[in-house]
């Protein structure tokens, strides 16, 4: 009898629980978006502070504009977490290429950290190859003095569009050092990306101390195809200048942080964040400004809405993902030496799209707890718990200090059209989704702090 | 023993099968997602037609593409259902507010099917409401001669904004009769949008036969926060001009069909459709350009990839969905008078934007069969199977003949900002997006030509 009584006791507080959750998300949900403040922070941070490369002014103005939103959002308190960042200057550049019997200006972008022409002309025969195999192939004399093009595709038939760039994102990271290897003066690559048209995509690559530095462009997918063409036909060059460099000396940064003190547990701490800083091409809209305002978002909601968590929630802009995660490393190094304790840390850095699921990097066990929960989210439009996804800022609270992630998982449809493109600008963020992915980030942290993660 | 032998060849041959539909799931993903000619159907559809008012030259010259379109995308025989639809007229039209003490013009739509005022000048005072209950408790005396403001709010609570959409259409349906019954002279609604801008929406009101059809207008978000706002501080008045009006005679027009022959069960009909008609404002992308070339594709996929359904297929570009649904009607009309034998019909009328789930109007035992497949679409995002949504134009088909409908249903949260706007045009439709739900299409499809409906 006491033992059925406890079980009907334990299922009464489990429904009660949950209904509880159920109208703790919609007063969430209903809160951003009808009244939700993401949508206009990110029309300031897109229009008014622009393209932000770690190191930059534009940088510094976006870590003002992080804290002024902090406390316009109501945080209890606001600092700035600093650390030391690679600045990469980019300076003029410009591809032509021999195209139909005559040079042809084209739109490209120097890869992210590569070095330049030091602003000379640099005129050679391009070579093509389709892949790594291809031009393993190759023996170094017929690469040698020669522009490589790495005509890679971003493969269409991955849904989830990270996968497309998991497989083809070498080419950018080691294609300058496996050409630079076999004599090759530069590369241009088939940018990665998803897109119906020409936007050359940007995006760090990362060259091998013992190899020669050589200069990278990226071109967009119409002018690839006419490349292509052009390669099949015959023999092609391309006239290439540029003047990006990496500056000599690391600059003195910053993340910024928002924190509202927790009720009962103020010592358990549950971060959100995205990051602030973005390559310098476009707006850094969907990379990361949406990240950034969605966090920034969870603090204003729960204010708005009198919402007091259990645990401290803090909301990080992460300084320097794009090129060395400098921020996302001083913030666990502040963790450690403060001996915090970090309950969980999740990142939204994949697009402000319709969210469809949330990543989670921790046991299985912990895994288990949160899955009860699971079902609460799909009013939402949330289903997907599946992935092993966190985030590049807090990976380190993870790896350094077993902190367990999750990460935000938008709609993946659009994102690698847009990505480290001069397209990633504040008009391609739609509203409504921006706010829905807010709303979930909210109602989870809200969740974890409530539940905690086993 | 010979019971075990059975379970274990029961489970065998569902696994089998299952295996099966995942591969040919897969195959046909891969060919849309690489090959699909959707996209540059809609934009031979969007920029060559452009919008598409049922009775319009632009439609009729839409059923010629439309009839090209099936023929190249490989369908064994086109052919056309004729239908006489209705034919509304715009003309010119304006609309200029007090506001600010002075008349500005503002962009604004007149509803469709609406009477205008003739072409002439038409100057009253405003009165505005917030909804139907607030209009309701005011006496005659305050309406008469006035020009009654509809100022009700999308509202931006609900996550699938169709169910907002639900809400706030009885505005714009019913508005124009229920402001005459107490001698409105015009109406001015908010438009039925989320968007954060100014476009104004049209479509359909509806007029009672006993009730004097008074002119009715469209307004942004923006501009109808603007007229409330002088409402609020005073007397404001309007000036209305419009010419459009309901032509007078039907007009004869076509719905475009095209079909592969099923090899077992030709006899066995499964229709897939989109509407090709549209407002007579942007380029009708997400309404319904859309649904028309995913629904070729369908047939193009099925050929290129050489799968010969069991089933015979149809794809079905209807005529005059917005504004009277006689091409769903005559469809089913044909279909009754030639004895059919339809399995189910699905539409796809609700953008091109990434699938979420797939409505299912049927039977619970039809539910419950087709509902043993659902994991097998997980892959592709969709995962909501719990929606009663068909389509209007396949919709007679279920009420007069009992065929099962589904209807496919993408993320939701974009359309309502462009939905009958100038806005609606190709550049706001996603390749990938598009192509995905011409997948989840075609594998529907292509599961129920194999499984049946039950």
């Known amino acids: 009898m006491k033992f059925r009584i406890f079980i009907l006791l334990a299922f009464l507080s489990a429904y009660t629980s949950s209904a509880q959750d159920s109208l703790i998300f919609r007063k969430i949900a209903d809160e951003i978006m009808v009244n939700g403040m993401c949508y206009n922070n990110l029309r300031v941070l897109c229009k008014r502070v622009g393209h932000r490369i770690s190191g930059s002014t534009e940088a510094a ?3 003002g504009w992080g804290k002024a939103a902090m406390h316009a959002a109501g945080a209890d308190s606001v600092w700035l977490v600093p650390c030391n960042v690679p600045y990469w200057f980019r300076g003029k550049e410009s591809l032509e290429l021999m195209l139909g019997g005559k040079y042809v200006q084209v739109d490209a972008l120097s890869l992210g950290n590569s070095e330049g022409t030091g602003g000379k002309l640099l005129e050679a025969p391009v070579i093509m190859v389709y892949n790594f195999d291809e031009f393993n ?19 269409q038939d991955f849904i989830f569009t990270f996968e497309g760039y998991g497989d083809a994102v070498k080419y950018r990271g080691a294609g300058p050092t496996v050409a630079a290897q076999k004599g090759a003066v530069a590369i241009i690559i088939r940018s990665m990306s998803t897109g119906e048209d020409d936007f050359p995509h940007t995006g760090g690559t990362h060259y091998v101390d ?5 200069p990278a462009m990226a071109i967009g997918n119409r002018t690839a195809d006419k490349l292509e063409e052009a390669c099949k036909k015959g023999n092609v060059s391309a006239k290439l200048t540029s003047e990006c460099h990496m500056m000599p000396d690391l600059v003195p940064s910053f993340s910024v942080v928002g924190e509202i003190k927790g009720t009962d547990n103020p010592e358990r701490i549950i ?4 990051h602030l800083d973005s390559w310098d091409v476009g707006e850094g809209a969907n990379d990361d400004g949406t990240g950034c305002v ?14 007091r968590p259990k645990c401290t929630i803090r909301a990080v802009l992460f300084m320097n993902e794009e090129n060395g995660q400098k921020g996302g490393q001083a913030y666990a190094d502040s963790a450690k030496s403060n001996h915090e304790n970090h309950v969980l840390a999740i990142e939204t850095d994949a697009g402000g799209f319709s969210p ?3 990543g989670l990097v921790m046991s299985k066990e912990q895994k288990a707890h949160i899955l009860q929960y699971k079902d609460l989210f799909l009013p939402y439009g949330v289903y997907d718990f599946t992935r092993e996804e966190g985030g590049s800022d807090i990976e380190p609270m993870h790896s350094r200090l077993g902190v367990p992630l999750a990460g935000l998982i938008p709609d993946s449809q659009r994102y690698f059209d847009l990505h480290h493109t001069n397209n990633d600008v504040f008009e391609n963020v739609n509203h409504r ?10 109602q989870f942290i809200w969740l974890i702090s409530e539940h905690g993660v086993n």
């Not at 971060?271 to 995205?274: D, H, I, K, L, N």
């Not at 969605?294 to 919402?307: D, H, P, T, W, Y």
């Open 61 to 63: 103005k976006a870590v």
């Open 137 to 155: 192939a190759l023996p170094a004399s017929a690469v040698e003095g020669k522009i490589v093009f790495f005509n890679y595709r971003f493969r």
């Open 210 to 214: 013992s190899v020669k530095k050589i």
């Open 271 to 274: 971060t959100v964040g995205g």
């Open 294 to 307: 969605q966090s920034i978002e969870v603090i204003r909601a729960f204010k708005a809405l009198g919402i």
């Open 356 to 358: 469809r699921g949330i």
């Open 433 to 442: 989704e921006l706010k829905l992915g807010a709303a979930v980030l909210a």
